[in-house]
């Protein structure tokens, strides 16, 4: 039996806004709204872990605080629920801190200069710190929260990771959400997965910029692959009851795997990803490769999980398997934190009992659309025209290109129009999304101008030229 | 009796008149509640039979769901009907594997759940009728939280996991397939309120899967039958005997036919004709049979679609034959241009045709048909604008 055990307490996360107005302050947050972000603090939590570090923002009973892990730093959110007591001492920032802390917590901060934490605060948006994010997130007149639904893919043709589903709006909606006063991002998830390449981008968007300034929740109803190591940046998951969660196997061409360094790089960063989300890595081990894995949950709630299919009581992948959870037991061991097939039901599993969703209510939809969701659905549309077309495109532009040769000045000239105004489609399409450059040439977007946009350009000039008589 | 009312005071007087009217009120009313109360129940029938995902596709399935609601049904009942053979005179065994019609199912299936909430004021009892549900169709009634079958009904022909990737790639990628597919499915049987074991069993060769009932349920067991109020409801072999194929007695995967599918609790009864099923439902004395278009639909549906597929052959076939002349060479500069302007014509009309039926236009159909996928007409389209573009008089 590999004696490895991994313990962890998940947190049962809804609880907080709807909680925190109902029966006030609920624990140790400044007050109901919270917004006295900054200061080193050292919180102890329920289960008797300490956690100490850069508390970077606060919001209704919510804390988020910046620890050390490792080399690397990270934002960790704890709830109301979590959270016993925070000591906010400032002669205990590392500055002034001698004698380290006595903590089993694996997330226990190293001693960080003040000028890193400047530096190393995750890229953000323009107005999109965690103070700036204070100023939208303030109390309403009805003292409810806002939330709003971003759907990630939206399934059949449009769900793909790094074409459909991408970092790239997901960063540019949020000024939208700010603008809308939203508090809570739900992210609905249907998506049969996609490339690679595009996992840390969102999960860095997901991570810096959601966590950072909203609640952030994934209501998964389809997350398989990269979908779900994408999800997994999130801390607070919700299945539907059809939903499922994993499968997350690399792989390429005829269903030949990602093997040796490109694998263990893979089954690395999703190790980092799992500790952003807090959930145990062998949980996303068990969906990548075939781990066995078995769990228990005591009667206090906390769950182990074993790298064997006989150390805990639930068998959740066999040996010669890979993972996929569906909602009951995903439920079942805590990684989701409740399901809901409706909105209704959504908001009680998160124990919100007035929420206001924002957005537009539009026929065929099971949520209204906001903004920065309608921005989202933009995007797909287009992308899915220009993707339709994109063939259409490039085999015109070349036909235009190549028939232009024994013909006269005039018709040159025709053809020349047409290949620009394929160009320009092309362009646009990229413009839009810039990974079908990669996916359509081969070529990184950063050099897409260089290595196609200009030579084409030069292309189409040759072709007007006029032929000295 | 006019004196004795002439007795009594002004407030018993007006005590008494309420009465009255109080007394009346409520006379008038109990029979409007008992009329309410045995208003018959509204049931609308919609019968899905033919090929799966040409036949029975969304968009009139759709249709005929919209129907049901405009017609204020409060019963809709979903006879599954749906053809189970490799041509006309081959039947296909129970035991084949087609468990990737799961992907052409989840595109129906939200018409019944999703959709179907978000549509309709008040969402009507939703009804599933198994005669036929082999291969895609199978996924189909576990939508619903009530399955029927008649007495021949099946449900099944949905095996394959552990072995449809055979010999394919590497064996982990097999795995997270075979995982992500299971997971699908077993998310259609928890959404309906099924336990997701069963469609293990009816999906995997090789998963041995027994019963026993306890408090009037089952309770299912990843083992053979250990006891005599055990039952099996797969044999936990990888295969089945070519007898067994032929009886229809296969057990690598389970097939559920009425009488497993009753022990079970999946199926709530057997009803050979809509009167026993109106009958099992409770609502032999109190029901309308809406007569609503729905045979209408799906009939105009499966005509429209095989006219569609004619039409796109037909055009193939003349465009085949008057192909010269369309290019830079010969006939005059009208010729061409007119030769150009009807095969555009006649791709336009191929492009729509592909996009309005597109969901039943499957891969399967442009294999058997011959027919090229939708971007090949729009290139074709695209050059001969470019020859008319720099062609000269």
Known sequence: ???????????????????????????????????????????????????????????????????????????????????????????????????????????????????????????????????????????????????????????????????????????DAIPMLKAENVDIVVFRVNSGGGALLEIQKLSDVIYNEYRKNFRTVAWIDWAISAAAMTSHAVEEIYMTPEGAYGACTGWSGELVAVKDRDLEQILFQMEKISTRGNHPFEIMRAMQIMEPLSATVSPSGDVSFYQDTTSGDILLNPKGRVLTFNSQTAAKVRFSSGTAGTLEELAKVMQLPEVEWVGVKKPGYLWPICKAEQMQMDFREKTAR???????????????????????DERKARLAGKARECMNKIVSAVNNNPNLAIFKFSILPDKFREEWVEPTEKKIKELTKKEKK | MTSVFARVGKVVGRTLAMAVVTLLASLVSVPQAVAQDAAPKRVYVIDLNGEFGYDISQAPIRQAMRDARNQNADVVIVKIDAKWEKDELTPLPDNVASFDELFRAQKILPVFADEMMREWPKPPRLV???????????????????????????????????????????????????????????????????????????????????????????????????????????????????????????????????????????????????????????????????????????????????????????????????????????????????????????????????KTYEEAFGPRWHNVNGIPPQTEFELRREQLELQQLVDKK
């Open chain 2, 128 to 354: 599933m009728w198994v005669k036929r549900a082999m291969g895609g169709p199978a996924f189909i009634p576990f939508v619903a939280p009530e399955i029927y079958f008649t007495s021949d009904g099946k449900m099944g022909g949905v095996g394959g996991i552990g072995v449809m990737l055979e010999g394919k790639g590497d064996e982990v990628v097999r795995q997270k397939q075979y995982s992500l597919r299971m997971a699908r499915a077993e998310g259609f049987l928890i959404r309906g309120g099924y336990d997701p074991m069963i469609v293990q069993a009816m999906c995997r060769p090789g998963f041995l899967l027994s019963y026993r009932m306890e408090g009037g349920k089952p309770v299912f067991l990843e083992r053979a039958p250990e006891r005599p109020d055990e039952f099996a409801l797969t044999s936990g072999l990888m295969g089945d005997s070519m007898q067994a194929s032929v009886r229809g007695t296969t057990s690598s995967v389970l097939t559920l036919n009425a009488d497993t599918a009753r022990a079970i609790s999946v199926s709530k009864g057997t009803a050979d004709t809509l009167d026993d099923l109106i009958f099992q439902l409770g609502l032999s004395r109190n029901h309308q049979i809406v007569e609503g278009g729905s045979k209408r639909i799906m009939d105009n549906w499966k005509r429209d679609v095989n006219n569609a597929s004619k039409e796109i052959k037909r055009i193939l076939e003349e465009m085949a034959q008057g192909s010269e002349g369309g290019g830079m060479g010969g006939g005059t500069y009208e010729a061409r241009t007119q030769s150009r302007g009807k095969q555009i014509r006649q791709l336009d009309t191929i492009i729509n045709k592909l």
């Open chain 1, 1 to 171: 039996m590999n004696q490895m055990k991994f313990r962890m307490t998940k947190a049962i996360a809804g609880l907080f806004l709807g909680m925190a107005l109902t029966f006030g302050a609920v624990g140790p947050t400044t007050n109901a709204f919270g917004a006295a972000a900054g200061g080193w603090a050292k919180i102890t939590l329920k289960n008797g872990t300490i956690v100490e570090g850069e508390i970077v923002r606060e919001l209704e009973g919510i804390v988020w605080i910046k620890v050390k892990s490792g080399n690397s730093e990270e934002t960790r959110m704890l709830t109301p629920d979590e959270v016993k007591s925070i000591d906010r001492d400032a002669t205990s920032t590392p500055a002034n801190t001698k004698e380290p802390a006595k903590t089993p917590d694996a997330t226990k901060p190293e001693p960080a200069k003040p000028a890193e934490k400047t530096t190393d605060q995750p890229a953000a948006p323009a107005g999109a710190s965690p103070a700036n994010s204070e100023s939208a997130s303030q109390p309403h007149k009805s003292g409810v929260p806002r939330a709003a639904i971003i759907t990630l893919g939206e399934g059949g043709e449009r769900d793909m990771v790094g074409l459909y589903m991408m970092a790239k709006p997901l960063h």
């Open chain 1, 386 to 408: 220009d993707d339709a077309q994109f063939t259409e495109y490039v085999q015109t532009l070349n036909a235009a290109l190549s028939m232009g040769a024994g013909m006269d």
